[in-house]
């Protein structure tokens, strides 16, 4: 998926409320993903903006949040979702906050549609793309396994089963 934006910001915990210090990446497709550091191995947590952000708000809107210390309230940024929660967040510098605001409010907004290939054309040039529409070329995965390949792959390793006298393919005989 695409990506938007990412880097560093402060995260507050729910429950005691402490900072700490995550690597966000935000994807076209909503999805707001933070990790423990920058090598994205280890994901802390993820929040669907497209279907779960209410609102998101900067600076002076984070009524009754202290940011981390040394830094300004013109830094922070919550993301109030639907469930009436909220993810409160700290920017390094105040453009920063209103940068992940701006990312975040349009990967909210964005049209995402999915498309397969149509037949014969199979390349991403061949679909046409409406104004402000992200379109998203879905390709079939080549390893994945139909279910007449499935019952093809059943009925030769039943009928080599067989041929062995192997104990395994017994029961289908009974």
């Avoid at 907004?109 to 397969?116: D, E, G, N, Q, Y």
Wanted: glycine share 8%; charged share 25%.
């Amino acid at each position: 998926m695409a990506l938007v934006k990412s880097g560093w910001l402060w995260r507050q915990s729910s429950i005691l409320r402490r900072w700490k210090r995550n690597w966000f990446v935000l994807y076209l497709d909503g999805s707001l993903v933070y990790y423990h550091d920058q090598t994205q191995r280890d994901m802390d947590g993820r929040i669907h903006v497209k279907y779960s952000c209410r609102d998101v708000r900067t600076g002076r809107e984070c009524r009754d949040v202290q940011p981390p210390e040394g830094k300004s309230r013109d830094c922070l940024l919550t993301i109030v979702l639907r469930d009436g929660s909220k993810t409160t967040l700290c920017a390094e510098s105040e453009d920063d906050a209103i940068a992940w605001k701006m990312a975040v409010l349009e990967a909210k907004s964005t049209p995402v549609r999915l498309h397969a290939p149509k037949q014969g054309h199979p390349h991403p040039a061949f679909c046409l793309a409406a104004p402000g529409v992200t379109h998203v070329i879905v390709r079939e995965d080549p390893y994945r396994v139909s279910g007449d390949q499935m019952a093809l792959g059943l009925l030769a390793g039943a009928a080599t089963g067989a041929a062995l006298g192997s104990f395994m393919w017994m029961p289908c005989w009974f």
